[in-house]
């Protein structure tokens, strides 16, 4: 009996021991292997796309830096061809500063806007001819006439200053010269939002008082190398052409041609002008020459 006892205990024992041993180990223990190797995937895979980006990263920082230096190069090409390539001389032709083509010359159109200026604007813009368009304040003070030198200064041609009431300043005291010349600069910025550029005086009749302010407000001041249109003889189209194209006019004294690279062309806004300027344009290219934007100017607002 004894005995049986001490066995019956003995496996009570046993049974108590390994129960104890398992409960020592805890669940974390019992399945830190597994665990481990869930682990090392998670941060492999993690470390793949960490790479993944970074490669993406890369690449859309390289493709950034691309645009950045060709849009540099587009600036940098625009600033260049917006440089100054022209200067005017003591005969009022133009130059070229460096390596500009020297075969050029320069359009442009007085007494605007009196009739024809909006009709002389559509056709130089249809055939690609830059040009200035030298305004009177006396022919800008509708709206409609406002309106009118709007369009051509949104067609892309520049506005000039010739006065606000065209009178000559040689003939008039230098406060009245100093409103003629600022009143109207003033107009044509209000109507165009920028100042002009360029001055032309009624009749070339400059004075020392007008050619000071002009510099100081920053406009080159400039007159003509020829043109015929205001003489009678030329008050016809397809004469006036002909004397344009060639630089001759024998019926107002001028038999040999003045028509020369950088030449600076004296037209207005009369109607036998407009009816000759599309043949006068296609006759200097036809000659070789180029149409000067007025643009590319050098004038004291460059300094």
């Not at 004894?2 to 496996?11: A, C, T």
């Not at 007494?111 to 249809?126: I, N, R, V």
């Not at 920053?218 to 030329?234: A, K």
């Not at 003045?258 to 037209?267: P, V």
Request: charged share 35%; aromatic share 6%; glycine share 4%.
């Amino acid at each position: 009996m004894r005995k049986l006892i001490l066995i019956v205990l003995l496996g009570m024992f046993m049974v108590l021991a390994a129960c104890s041993d398992e409960a020592e180990q805890t669940p974390d223990e019992q399945d830190d292997e597994p665990v481990e190797e869930k682990d090392e995937d998670k941060e492999n895979g993690q470390e793949e796309v960490r790479e993944e980006e970074s490669e993406e990263d890369h690449e859309e920082q390289e493709q950034e830096e691309e645009k950045d230096e060709e849009l540099e190069e587009e600036v940098e090409e625009v600033e260049e061809d917006q440089k100054p390539q022209y200067e005017m001389s003591d005969s009022w032709a133009f130059s070229p500063i460096d390596d500009a083509n020297p075969s050029v010359v320069l359009l442009t159109i007085d007494d605007a806007p009196d009739g024809q200026a909006l009709e002389m604007a559509e056709t130089l813009k249809a055939l690609d001819a830059p040009a200035i368009f030298f305004v009177n304040g006396i022919f800008m003070e509708s709206e409609e006439d406002q309106e009118i030198v709007r369009q051509i200064h949104e067609m892309g041609f520049a506005i000039g200053n010739h006065t606000y009431s065209h009178q000559n300043l040689q003939n008039i005291s230098e406060e009245e010269q100093r409103e003629e010349i600022i009143s109207l600069s003033e107009l044509i910025e209000e109507i165009t939002g920028e100042k002009p550029k360029f001055f032309r005086a009624p009749h070339g009749a400059n004075t020392d008082f007008a050619r000071n302010l002009v510099e100081d407000e920053g406009m080159l001041l400039m007159n003509w190398t020829y043109g015929y249109d205001y003489f009678e003889p030329y008050m016809e189209a397809e004469k006036l052409a002909e004397a344009m194209i060639t630089g001759k006019a024998p019926e107002v004294d001028v038999p040999h041609s003045l028509l020369r690279d950088g030449a600076n062309l004296l037209m207005h806004d009369r109607e036998w002008t407009n009816e000759a300027l599309e043949e006068i344009v296609e006759g200097l290219r036809d000659q070789g020459y180029g149409m000067l934007d007025p643009d590319l100017i050098l004038t004291p607002s460059d300094d």
